[in-house]
T-cell receptor
């Protein structure tokens, strides 16, 4: 099955700086890559996603890039704010229609 | 539409007891997923339904676990003879599947503690 690795596990940035979280996947047939934000006591919330036929997608301060050849994708958050502090998960959907999740990155934005 | 709803939010039980969780998906979503999440880990797939049919089950889902989705609407996940290792957050997600893709939307989860 698919194996998704995520780095770093923790990330601290100053407010206003950028944050980058990286993920790699193993199944070259995976074709859909969502990112989720999870706050304490809540379920994961979809924040952005990208399909395998697209290299980059942007939504305001959030962007995702995908390199199919290298099998990695990244989340970029610019102009970080304290409310961006949360755990972020990447995921990949493989051929079996299952979603495989990374182990999460705990982001802390320091005011 | 208020999103995916899960009940209860928290459940404390003694080892050996049975527990049942309920999930109400976003209306008109045809797929419903169950995931398990432990501290510091990402969600792990357990099983999913398309309408009322259970299409896939993870090897993580032992015979003590059973899930149903009668009439293709809400779903229940039952754990029989609970063990301490079952303590986790149980997440439900729903989606509207199209051949070109789907977006998963999660509920807030049921936190299970087995004493």
């Amino acid at each position: 099955g698919e194996n998704v690795e995520q780095h770093p596990s923790t990330l601290s940035v100053q407010e206003g700086d950028s944050a980058v979280i990286k993920c790699t996947y193993s199944d070259s047939a995976s074709n859909y890559f969502p990112w989720y934000k999870q706050e304490l006591g809540k379920g994961p919330q979809l924040i952005i996603d990208i399909r395998s036929n697209v290299g980059e997608k942007k939504d305001q301060r959030i962007a995702v890039t995908l390199n199919k050849t290298a099998k990695h994708f990244s989340l970029h958050i610019t102009e970080t704010q304290p409310e961006d502090s949360a755990v972020y998960f990447c995921a990949a959907r493989g051929t079996g229609n299952q979603f495989y999740f990374g182990t999460g990155t705990s982001l802390t934005v320091i005011p | 539409d208020t999103g995916v709803s899960q009940d209860p939010r928290h459940k404390i039980t003694k080892r050996g007891q049975n527990v049942t969780f309920r999930c109400d998906p976003i209306s008109e979503h045809n797929r419903l997923y169950w995931y398990r999440q432990t501290l510091g880990q990402g969600p792990e797939f357990l099983t999913y339904f398309q309408n009322e049919a259970q299409l896939e089950k993870s090897r993580l889902l032992s015979d003590r676990f059973s899930a149903e989705r009668p009439k293709g609407s809400f779903s229940t996940l039952e754990i029989q003879r609970t063990e301490q290792g079952d303590s986790a957050m149980y997440l439900c997600a729903s989606s509207y599947f199209l051949t070109e893709g789907e977006k998963l939307f999660f509920g807030s989860g049921t936190q299970l503690s087995v004493l």
